[in-house]
């Protein structure tokens, strides 16, 4: 399976870690895929601002020579792992530039690591970091800082709401669930699914009913998730026994956000495959829930978008 075939590793404060240029050299060697080094940089934006200070020009070479100082290091470290990485050094914050550099270089995947957290943010991620999983056009990986979570423990979840009737919402999850499978396989991880039901009525309704209905009416919505989830995992191939992948199903009730954060911490998982936005800008899952993950997890997030999604950086950089 070549799940990608042009990635693009953004690369900010001259900020990079082993297991990130290790995912980023793997990822581009099994999918035969092109990649794309760029070293974001927001103080050369700055400095072109800043006309009136007499050795701008001086501060804009050296800082300049410094990108390239550690892009020619990079491609280095591509190349001795026989890949022939281009390299970009790119003016601004990624959260603003990303849109133009993947649609001049056709890129389906970008990888991002996360950026050092502050005392304030603790183990968050922070708000460049944030923006840029909400409004990445393509999938994007953000990973975790490796002093921040020092082991491999080999799980990876895929998110899903298999409760959405929409069909845009079932295709997202027929491609969370592919891109799941194909990360496990590749990191001979665990995969786990995971999904979260509730009653689709508020509580002054639910006084109405009797407890013998209140509990059918739990039974019949547990079990259209529970058959949800099946038909998907049939679509793409796969079973619980299956025998290339150990695969883990959780179908938990309760409130989507609380109970995938919690599960995430019980099973220390690596990464999480989910999807950020709706088709009207709400998260994939109910409410707010994927604006709560990622607001209150810390690990790998590969976040990808449903099809048709338009990026809101299309607009600044039309303007």
Known sequence: MHAFRSILLAVTRQHSSDLELHQA??????????????????????????????????????????????????????????????????????????????????????????????????????????????????????????????????????????????????????????????????????????????VPLARRSLKTLSDEELYELQEITQRRYHNKLQEVMQEVGIKESDEQLSISTHLLKGNPATEIQQLVSELNVDMIVMGTLGRNKEGIFVGNTAETLLNSIYCSILAVKPEGFISPLAETASN
Request: charged share 25%.
């Open 25 to 198: 050299f793997r990822l581009a060697r099994d999918n035969r895929a092109t990649l794309l080094i760029a070293m974001f940089d927001q103080s050369l934006e700055t400095l072109h601002y800043l006309q009136f200070i007499p050795l701008e020009k001086k501060l804009e070479d050296h800082l300049r020579q410094q990108l390239e100082d550690e892009l020619k290091r990079l491609k280095a470290l591509a190349w001795e792992q026989g890949i022939d990485a281009k390299t970009l050094i790119v003016a601004g914050r990624p959260r603003q530039a990303v849109y133009q550099v993947t649609k001049e270089h056709h890129i389906d995947l970008v990888i991002k690591l996360a950026d050092a957290s502050g005392t304030l943010t603790g183990r968050q991620l922070v708000g460049n970091d944030l923006a840029l999983l909400r409004k990445c056009p393509v999938p994007i990986l953000m990973m975790t800082d490796r002093d921040q979570q020092p082991s491999f423990h080999g799980k990876i979840m895929v998110a899903m709401d298999v409760g959405d009737p929409d069909s845009n919402a079932h295709d997202l999850n027929r491609t969370l669930l592919q891109y799941g499978i194909y990360l496990a396989i590749q990191e001979q991880a665990e995969l786990h699914l995971v999904s979260v039901w509730n």
